[in-house]
Every structure is written in structure tokens, then in C-alpha cells.
């Protein structure tokens, strides 16, 4: 079975850059001259800066192309997905499409496998989600992500195609804790950025990340996930580096607001987005999500690092 990879973004690339460890895989670029580019340098230089890319690895421009594959991966960002589906759907219909986003749709609170079986119900729909920054997938590092998928037999299957001597895939059936695992923890990583860049402390951005968990898993198991799918590698796991590490753009973004800085708006930060599709759902669901609802207003420049702060340490004290 062929594999290709749609989306020639960081993740996008190191995970072609694995999985040409199996055997030959597609990267598809949406932009000519990127495509060229990568080609003839055999890197992705705006991505993926320092790394080759193996012989294995076809870069291509031409979708058709692309979509031979019986496996296709979806690597762009949340917002765009549905965009990518749309345009490309006659091509993608039938095929095993694994989302490899975090995030909730902005316009619909959807999920990437919600948003996959929107807009093309005859394909069969999964999620690639976990702890792993592209550079350090592409420089061979050893990582561990989840599978996702609601078939058992497809998840099975595309968890042996997709392990590579890297990348060491766990599976599950619970579609839904994986989206949100993976979404949320986005939303956690922006606010201990921020507490961390406004000199707060470690033990603040401890109690966040405990505290973001609860909301994490407050939202995912309103919304029918099981509680073993967010203490898994797509909730607990991936909430531990991103908000640990300042390789994350989530918590980079969070680090500048709390240091009153800007931030580059054309980096792919998908915790800002899906704050705000969050807030709204819980607002829908009538759940208590605080520390989401501050990092919206934080982007909105509704309120300061510091009046953040005072304001979810007065909330009426509680039982954890
Ligand atoms: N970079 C990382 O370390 C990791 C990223 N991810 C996830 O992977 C997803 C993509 O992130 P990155 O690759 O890092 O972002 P990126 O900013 O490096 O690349 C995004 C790519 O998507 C392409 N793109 C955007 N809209 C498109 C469309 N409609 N059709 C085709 N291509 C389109 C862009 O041209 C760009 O090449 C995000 O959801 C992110 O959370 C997941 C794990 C690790
Ligand atoms: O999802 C990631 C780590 O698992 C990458 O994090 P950022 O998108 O914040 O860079």
C-alpha cells in the first residue's frame, strides 16, 4: 500500500521524511514554485530547514499525481482543511484519509475526522495526533503518536503502514478524545506560555497545565471520549511538551503575550482558532472552561497577563 502526504508544511515533511523509511512516499506541495524548490534542493527550506530528503521521497504539484496512493495524509492546518476537501474531493473520495491537525474548526466546532466525513462521507477517515515536534520526527528521534480510527481494521492496518523506525504509533477507536486531546492542549500551551513569559513561575504553569487537564477533560468527556484516551499520548502526553517547550508555537505565541511582544501572524499557531471554537462550544454545553475563556480574551487584548491572573485565582474556591 502507497502512501502519500498532502501538505508540504513542517509536519507534513518530516513525516514523509519517516515514512520513506517504509518505502516510497508522495509529498505534495500546493505551490508550484515550492514544489520545484524542494526538487532541486532535496530540502524544504522554508519548513524544515537542515534536513534532506531521502530518494524515496517524490515532491510533487500535480494532486492526481499525489492521490494514487490509497493512503493520503492530510497535513495542513485545521482551518484549512476543509478547503483542501472541498477542492480536492473527486480525487480523495474512497481513499484512507488520515488527518494529521490539531484543532476545532472554527465555523463549525467540528474536529478533523468530523470535518473529513462532512465533506467526503465515502472516505475512510482517521487521526495521526501525539507528542512530536516536525525537526525532531525528520532528524530520526525517537517518538510515539496515536492512531486514531473507529474501524479497528483500518486503524490496525494503517497503524502498522505508518510506524516507521521513528515513529511508533499507538491505536485507538475513540476518534473524539483524540481530536480533542490534541486540540486543547494547544489552548493550555498558549496560557503557560503566557504566565512564563510574564515571569509567573513554574508553579503557575504547573497548576495550569493540571487545571487545563480538568477542562480538557471536562469538554472531551461531555462530548462521548473516554477519560483513557486524554491521559494517552494525544491528551496528557502532547499537553506535557507543548506546554514545556518553547519549540511549540503555541506557547511561543503565549511567551510574547506575556511579555507584552508581538508575534509573527503568518506562523501556524492552532491554539488561537480553536480557543475561540472552544469558548463557544462550552458556552453551548454550559461548561465551565475559565482557563480557555482567558486565553480567548488574552488574544483579544480584552484583558492583561495580570488581570488574567487575579481573575482566575478570585474564582469561588472549590473541590478539585
Ligand atoms: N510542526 C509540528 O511540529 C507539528 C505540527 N502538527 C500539526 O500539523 C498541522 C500542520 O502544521 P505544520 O506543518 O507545522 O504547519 P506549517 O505552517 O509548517 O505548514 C502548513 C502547510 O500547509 C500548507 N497549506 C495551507 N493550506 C493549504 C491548502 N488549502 N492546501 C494545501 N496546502 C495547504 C501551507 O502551504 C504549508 O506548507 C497543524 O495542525 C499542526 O498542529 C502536529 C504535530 C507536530
Ligand atoms: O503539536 C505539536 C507538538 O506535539 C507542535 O506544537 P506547536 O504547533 O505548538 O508548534
Request: with cysteine; hydrophobic share 45%.
Amino acid at each position: 500500500m502507497s502512501v502519500s502526504v498532502l501538505g508540504a508544511g513542517a509536519f507534513g515533511t518530516a513525516l514523509a521524511i519517516s515514512l520513506a523509511g517504509n518505502g516510497p512516499v508522495t509529498l505534495w506541495a500546493r505551490n508550484n514554485a515550492h514544489a520545484e524548490q524542494m526538487q532541486t534542493s532535496r530540502r524544504n527550506v522554508a519548513r524544515l530547514p537542515g534536513v534532506d530528503l531521502p530518494p524515496e521521497l517524490t515532491v510533487t504539484s500535480d494532486l492526481a499525481e499525489a492521490a494514487e496512493s490509497d493512503t493520503i495524509l492530510l497535513s495542513v492546518p485545521m482551518q484549512q482543511l476543509r478547503g483542501l476537501l472541498m477542492a480536492e474531493g473527486d480525487a480523495l473520495a474512497g481513499k484512507a484519509l488520515v488527518a494529521c491537525c490539531k484543532g476545532i474548526e472554527l465555523s463549525t466546532g467540528m474536529g478533523p475526522v468530523s470535518v473529513i466525513r462532512d465533506c467526503l462521507p465515502e472516505a475512510q477517515a482517521a487521526l495521526l495526533t501525539g507528542p512530536s515536534f516536525a525537526a525532531d520526527i525528520a532528524r530520526g528521534l525517537p517518538t510515539a503518536l496515536t492512531l486514531a480510527c473507529e474501524d479497528p481494521a483500518l486503524g490496525l492496518s494503517l497503524q502498522e503502514q505508518l510506524t516507521t523506525a521513528n515513529l511508533r504509533l499507538y491505536r485507538t477507536t475513540d476518534t473524539v478524545g483524540a481530536e480533542l486531546g490534541g486540540a486543547l492542549k494547544n489552548v493550555i500551551a498558549i496560557a503557560c506560555g503566557a504566565v512564563i513569559g510574564a515571569g509567573l513561575g513554574e508553579s503557575a504553569r504547573a497548576a495550569l497545565m493540571t487545571r487545563g487537564y480538568a477542562e480538557m477533560q471536562r469538554m472531551a468527556l461531555a462530548c462521548g471520549a473516554r477519560a483513557e484516551t486524554l491521559a494517552g499520548l494525544s491528551g496528557f502526553g502532547d499537553l506535557t511538551l507543548t506546554c514545556s517547550s518553547d519549540l511549540s508555537r503555541n506557547y511561543r505565541l503565549g511567551f510574547a503575550i506575556g511579555r507584552g511582544e508581538s508575534f509573527d501572524p503568518s506562523i501556524t499557531v492552532e491554539g488561537a482558532a480553536t480557543a475561540r471554537a472552544t469558548a463557544a462550544k462550552a458556552e453551548d454545553m454550559r461548561l465551565d472552561m475559565p482557563i480557555t475563556q482567558t486565553v480567548v480574551a488574552l488574544l483579544d487584548g480584552r484583558l492583561t497577563i495580570h488581570d488574567a491572573t487575579a481573575q482566575l485565582l478570585s474564582r469561588p474556591l472549590k473541590e478539585e
